[in-house]
């Protein structure tokens, strides 16, 4: 078994695709339309045939306060694995990244939290 399709559930799939290749850096794997929504994924460069991420519409009722729950709480709707921490943290400020949570070291793993202007809190994340 093996980890196909995570999603994160995006207010505005436009914006969510403008931010997550633009300043995130992904690469755009489906665009799809479906209805009034999209199919809408994306893969790191350095994996295309890899694990996609569904930025999935907001739409259904259960979704705005599952999400608000989860930012009120500071917990990331999902991580995502970068080499160095602090060097994509300095990177993603530059480009005018909100981070809630600045690098945190914690043994071998440190983690930063950012906003990804789409409803979400997002964590990164590397190890030693």
Known sequence: ???HLPSVFVDD????LRFYTGVL?????????????????VVSPEDPDGTELLLEPSGHP?????????????IPATAFAVD????????????GVRFTQEPLEMGPVTTAVL???????IQIVHSQ
């Open 1 to 3: 078994m093996r980890i």
């Open 13 to 16: 799939q436009e914006k969510a």
């Open 25 to 41: 850096g992904f690469v755009k794997k489906h665009d799809v339309p479906v209805g009034e929504d999209r199919w809408l994924t």
């Open 62 to 74: 259960a979704v705005q306060p599952y999400k608000t729950a989860l930012v009120e709480d500071g």
């Open 84 to 95: 160095d921490v602090r060097a994509e943290f300095e990177r993603l400020r530059e480009l």
């Open 115 to 121: 906003d990804d202007t789409c409803g979400n809190l």
